[in-house]
């Protein structure tokens, strides 16, 4: 008889989850209930405002739930140093601040201290090579010398993530990664971070993002946001459908499947097509 497998490690846990604004006592998360395991990729979506981004400062250690418990990589908040549980968390957005005179592999290296400057005494000669390591390995090898000022989104993108990753962190957060990028881009960043999920079978994801053709084949769970509330959680093929995006936008979408992407549009207004 075979036995089943046991469960992956918890990378991060939120249980009853709410966090409040105490100066206007608006709710911004509502007693969230939410279990990702290593090795797994979650897509995070849902209107402006359904609280999307609380859930990565959660998350991120970077704020503290009102009522409930959040656990990442196997701290609580509020019983742990955040400074040290942050050097294990790797965040990306395009909003981040980084010094756009430095080069790509500059901003690479800032990854390992958690800096906005470098701070070249930090970086030794095993760095130095992990930061070129990254960038060859999100196709970005010419680029170590270019400033990152001069960079298009996409690259802009990628050496982000390079950053991020450089240390070795448990659990991936990406808030928007995606955006404003054209569609070459785009389909290049999709390409990067499925290769990435491959080459790191315990590394957990989470991505924010607005579009369903920006989730990558690796993504196999989504998380569905509205008021500050789950809408509906699981396995993405469950959770992306048709009646579940209709529930949490609250308009009429319809969802299609193509091989491994995924498409989603709202059939609200009847257009004509061109002749």
Not at 139 to 168: H, T
Not at 260 to 275: C, G, H, K, V
């Amino acid at each position: 008889m075979e036995t089943a497998p046991s469960p992956r490690p918890v990378v991060a846990a939120l249980a009853g989850a709410s966090v409040r604004r105490f100066t206007t006592d608006q709710v911004i998360l509502d007693g969230i209930d939410w279990t990702v395991r290593a090795g797994e990729h979650w897509a995070l979506l849902g209107a402006n405002g359904a609280g999307k981004t609380t859930i990565l400062r959660l998350l991120g250690a970077t704020t503290h739930p009102t009522e409930g418990t959040v656990d990442v990589l196997g701290h609580r908040l509020g019983r742990v140093d955040v400074r040290e549980l942050r050097a294990r968390i790797g965040f990306v957005s395009s909003a981040q601040k980084v010094p756009l005179d430095e080069t790509a592999h500059t901003i690479v290296l800032t990854g390992a201290t958690g800096t906005v400057q470098p701070l070249w005494r930090k970086y030794d000669d095993a760095t130095h090579r992990r930061a070129h390591e990254l960038l060859a390995e999100l196709d970005l090898k010419e680029l170590a010398d270019r400033p990152y000022a001069v960079c298009s989104g996409g690259q802009r993108a990628r050496i982000l993530i390079a950053r991020a990753l450089i240390a070795a962190p448990g659990l991936l957060l990406l808030d928007e990664p995606f955006n404003a990028l054209d569609l070459p881009s785009r389909e290049d960043l999709v390409d990067a971070m499925h290769r990435l999920a491959a080459a790191r079978p315990d590394l957990a994801t989470i991505t924010v993002t607005h579009h369903l053709e920006e989730l990558a084949p690796n993504i196999g769970h989504a998380l569905l946001l509205r008021d500050g509330r789950v809408q509906a959680a699981g396995r993405v093929h469950d959770v992306l459908t048709g009646r579940h995006l209709t529930e949490c936008f609250g308009r009429p979408i319809e969802v299609t499947y193509h091989g491994t992407r995924w498409q989603a549009y709202s059939p609200r207004t009847q257009l004509t097509p061109p002749s």
